[in-house]
């Protein structure tokens, strides 16, 4: 395979970069694209040194897979032109997810979908992807009917100058800000950018996101997004209310038979997900599992997943594998 990472000198490029060597995903060639102003960078990959290109010499090389973690912005404008040269596009931005003739896939969840002719494939936004992993097998027996959701997102979700602005006020050094109050001792409820509902664009990615995955629509999601003073890992309080009654043994059973979905759910012993124990990993942790005594056939659960692996790397680099294993690359 000719692989193309787009964004390769970014966050979450550099992370798709070290999963693609953890995977022994099969390079041939491998593509390091990023803006003008990187071209001409060296970064490693398996001990090898890569020279930095552009964007247009790296749609000249047609790549058979190119994935992309570089913004809306820049994937609106040259993933169709990786798309018409044959390259197959995993897009990790928010630019393609919503688009009604793109696929919004969770390889555990909804891989089967893809097809040879899908060559825009939309990565859904980490918050959403820990929770439909999740959500799914229970929505499967169990038929959910509204999910109301609370986040508490890393810093590291907005990118290295958040990480970086962090960094700075922990250490008492005045520097650059990536949000309008600081964060470090703070909890702001204000994950992007706010909408004319009230809601912002995080919270609206969470109502609207799980119903494509899942192809459901019966079922509503309410969220509020928050970002804490984290520097890895994304943590979600859910409740979901459900159309049929449910056993909690069973519920911890179903989470427990899911791929890529690991049960942290004692609390005799302390266990519990957090993204201390997330970090660097690609499962999503269950735990705090138990009804909600307020209301009938409704649960309350709690999970934790690294947002730059599982919520964007990872699963961009599964989609690449379902496509190579079930030849639908050219």
């Known amino acids: ?15 798709m970069l070290k999963v693609l060597a953890e995977r022994n995903f099969p390079v041939s060639e491998l593509l390091l694209v990023a803006s003008e102003r990187s071209v001409g960078k060296k970064l490693s990959y398996k001990g090898q040194e890569h020279t930095v290109i552009g964007l247009a010499d ?4 047609r790549p058979d897979i190119a994935i992309f973690s570089a913004g809306g912005d820049t994937s609106l404008e040259w993933a169709p032109k990786f798309a018409s040269a044959g390259t197959t596009v995993i897009d990790n931005s928010s630019a393609w997810r919503m688009d009604p003739d793109k696929k919004l896939v969770v390889p555990e969840i ?9 060559k825009i494939i939309a990565n859904p936004n980490c918050s959403t992807i820990q929770l439909v992993m999740a959500l799914a097998p229970l929505h499967k027996k169990y038929k959910m009917k509204r999910v ?4 508490y997102q890393s810093v590291s979700g907005t990118g290295i100058k958040a990480v970086k602005q962090l960094e700075n006020e922990m250490a008492g050094i005045a520097g650059e800000m990536a949000y309008p109050y600081p964060i470090n001792r703070n909890a702001l409820p204000h994950c992007d950018v706010f909408m004319e509902n009230g809601y912002t664009k995080e919270e609206m990615k969470l109502a609207r996101e799980p119903q494509k995955i899942l192809n459901d629509s019966t079922f509503s999601v309410s969220a509020t997004a928050v970002r804490i003073p984290t520097s890895g890992g994304h943590s979600e309080s859910v409740n979901v209310e459900f159309r049929e009654d449910f056993d909690l043994n069973d519920i911890r059973k179903l989470l427990n038979n899911t791929p890529g979905v690991t049960v942290q759910d004692n609390p005799d012993t302390n266990t519990y997900p957090m993204p201390i124990y997330a970090h660097d990993k690609d499962e999503v942790f269950v735990g705090r599992i ?3 005594e307020t209301q ?5 659960m709690w999970i934790v997943s ?3 692996r599982k919520g964007a790397a990872t699963n961009a680099v599964q989609i690449a594998e379902y496509l190579v294993a079930n030849r639908l690359v050219n």
């Open 1 to 15: 395979m000719k692989v193309a990472v787009v964004g390769a000198t970014g966050m979450v490029g550099e992370v």
């Open 58 to 61: 790296a749609v000249s090389a």
């Open 110 to 118: 909804n891989a089967e979908a893809l097809t040879k002719a899908d």
């Open 148 to 151: 109301v959701i609370s986040t």
């Open 290 to 292: 138990r009804r909600d």
């Open 296 to 300: 009938p056939n409704t649960l309350n």
């Open 306 to 308: 690294d947002n730059l």
